[in-house]
C-alpha cells in the first residue's frame, strides 16, 4: 500500500488532547503513528512499535474485532467506548476510552485509522477520592505501607501520623527491617511480612518507644491474585487502651478506697477455685466489717468516716501479697482472698490488721470484726465458703458486743 494518509488527516490526530494516546495504522495492519502519551500508556517505545502490528495491545476478543475492522472499515468517526480492556507491556491490563477516526484518500477510499485512547476509571472522580483518603490518612494516627516481594519499601502514607514518628524511619526505598527499625528479621513485625509473602494475614499489637499500636500484615495482590508485595498498616491505639482500662477499672474497683468491688471478688474467688481444683493448693477467705461506722459518721461527719474506710483498706493492701487481692463489698465490708493458705495463716493475717489499727496515730482508733473460711474444709463453692466466713464473722461482732458490754456493766 503505497498510499498514504493526508497531511489534514495526520494533523487530526495529533490535534488530540496531548493526554491522549494516538496511534495511526494502515489497512495493512502496520502502525505508523505513535505518540509520546501512547509510550505512557502502553508501555512500548516508538522503536518497538512503528512498522509493527499493534495486535499486542490488544486481548483476545479485541484482536478478532481489529482483524474485522481492517477487512471492513467504517467510513463514519465512532463514538467513544468507554472500559476497552488493552494490553501494557508488562502483561497488566489497561483499561482505557477509545475513539477511531478513519483516515481517507483523495478520492475517499480507506486508508487506514487514528485511534485516540485515554486511561479510563470506572470511578469518575479517583483521583479526587484518593487525594481525599491521602488527607484522611494523614490527619489519623494511622500509618501505611507496601513492600515488593523483596520486601523493599516502595510506597507510605500518614506522614504526619504519630506511628511515623514514633517507630518508622520513613524511607521509601528502605527494606522492611530497616523502616521499622526491628533489630531482626525474625522479630515481629517483619517476620509477619514473610507470611504475608505466602498470602498469610497477621494481626497483632506491637510496642514501640512506650507506645501501643494494632498492626496489619496483608498479602499485596495484582489483577492476577498474584502476590506482588505485602501491605502494612500500624493504628496508634496508646490513648484508647488507656481509656478501656480506665473504664474497665472504675468498673471493677471501689471508688474511695481502689479496692476491687464485689462482683470482681467473686470472679477472682471462682477462678481460684478453678485452679485449685487443679492444683491441689487451698487458700483462705478473710471477711472483715469495720466496727461502729455509723457512729463514726454521726459523731466526726461523712468525711471522718470515709478516711477510716480508707485507712482500713491501706493496711489490708499493706499485708496482702503481690497475687493476692483486696476487696471493699460496700458499706462497711471487706474481704482479703489469700492464696496458698490455711486457717493459721489467714488467723495470723486478722491479728495483724487488727494490731494496725489499734496502733495507728490518726484518730478515731478504729477496729474490725473477723470471720475466715477455708477451701476446701469449708466448701467448694464461693457461696459456701462466703457463707462460713459471714456465719464467724458474725459470731466475732456477737462475742466482742459481749464483752464490751460485760466490761461497761463491771465499771471497766
Request: proline share 3%; charged share 30%.
Amino acid at each position: 500500500m503505497d498510499a498514504s494518509p493526508s497531511s489534514d488527516e495526520l494533523l487530526q490526530g495529533f490535534l488530540a488532547d496531548p493526554e491522549e494516546a494516538v496511534i495511526g495504522f494502515r489497512l495493512d495492519g502496520f502502525v505508523f503513528l505513535w505518540n509520546l502519551a501512547a509510550e505512557t500508556l502502553y508501555g512500548y517505545s516508538a522503536g518497538e512499535i512503528l512498522g509493527k502490528s499493534p495486535v499486542c495491545l490488544l486481548g483476545a476478543r479485541e484482536a478478532a474485532a481489529f482483524a474485522d475492522l481492517l477487512s471492513h472499515p467504517v467510513r463514519e468517526i465512532a463514538a467513544a467506548r468507554p472500559g476497552v480492556d488493552r494490553v501494557h507491556k508488562s502483561g497488566a491490563r489497561v483499561s482505557v476510552s477509545l475513539t477511531r477516526i478513519l483516515l481517507r484518500n483523495a478520492q475517499g477510499e480507506p486508508l487506514g485509522f487514528v485511534e485516540r485512547a485515554r486511561k479510563f476509571s470506572r470511578e469518575p472522580d479517583q483521583a479526587g477520592a484518593d487525594t481525599h483518603l491521602r488527607f484522611l490518612v494523614e490527619k489519623l494516627p494511622i500509618y501505611l505501607w507496601t513492600t515488593d516481594r523483596r520486601l523493599q519499601v516502595t510506597s507510605r502514607w500518614g506522614s504526619n501520623a504519630r506511628p511515623a514518628s514514633a517507630f518508622l524511619s520513613n524511607s521509601v526505598g528502605q527494606s522492611v527491617q530497616e523502616f521499622l527499625r526491628v533489630a531482626e528479621a525474625s522479630d515481629s513485625p517483619v517476620k509477619e511480612h514473610f507470611l504475608a509473602l505466602r498470602g498469610q494475614s497477621s494481626r497483632f499489637e506491637y510496642v514501640a518507644q512506650n507506645r501501643l499500636y494494632d498492626v496489619s500484615i496483608e498479602p499485596y495482590f495484582d489483577s492476577e491474585r498474584k502476590v506482588i508485595g505485602c501491605v502494612g498498616m500500624a493504628l496508634d491505639i496508646t490513648e484508647r487502651r488507656k481509656s478501656e482500662d480506665e473504664v474497665r477499672h472504675r468498673a471493677t474497683h471501689d471508688g474511695l478506697t481502689e479496692l476491687i468491688n464485689y462482683r470482681e471478688f467473686v470472679d477472682s474467688l471462682d477462678r481460684e477455685i478453678r485452679r485449685s481444683g487443679r492444683t491441689g493448693q487451698g487458700f483462705a477467705i478473710l471477711l472483715l466489717d469495720l466496727d461502729d461506722l455509723k457512729l463514726i459518721n454521726d459523731r466526726f461527719g461523712h468525711l471522718t468516716g470515709n478516711l477510716a474506710l480508707k485507712r482500713l483498706a491501706a493496711i489490708m493492701k499493706e499485708h496482702c501479697r503481690g497475687t493476692e487481692v483486696a476487696a471493699r463489698f460496700g458499706g462497711d465490708e471487706f474481704a482479703i482472698l489469700l492464696l496458698d493458705a490455711d486457717a493459721e495463716r489467714a488467723q495470723t493475717v486478722a491479728e495483724r490488721i487488727r494490731t494496725c489499727l489499734r496502733t495507728h496515730p490518726d484518730s478515731p482508733r478504729l477496729s474490725v470484726s473477723l470471720g475466715l473460711s477455708v477451701f476446701p474444709e469449708d466448701g467448694g463453692a464461693a457461696a459456701d465458703l462466703l457463707e462460713a466466713a459471714d456465719k464467724r464473722l458474725y459470731q466475732d461482732k456477737k462475742s466482742r458486743s459481749n464483752r464490751t458490754a460485760s466490761h461497761a456493766e463491771h465499771g471497766g
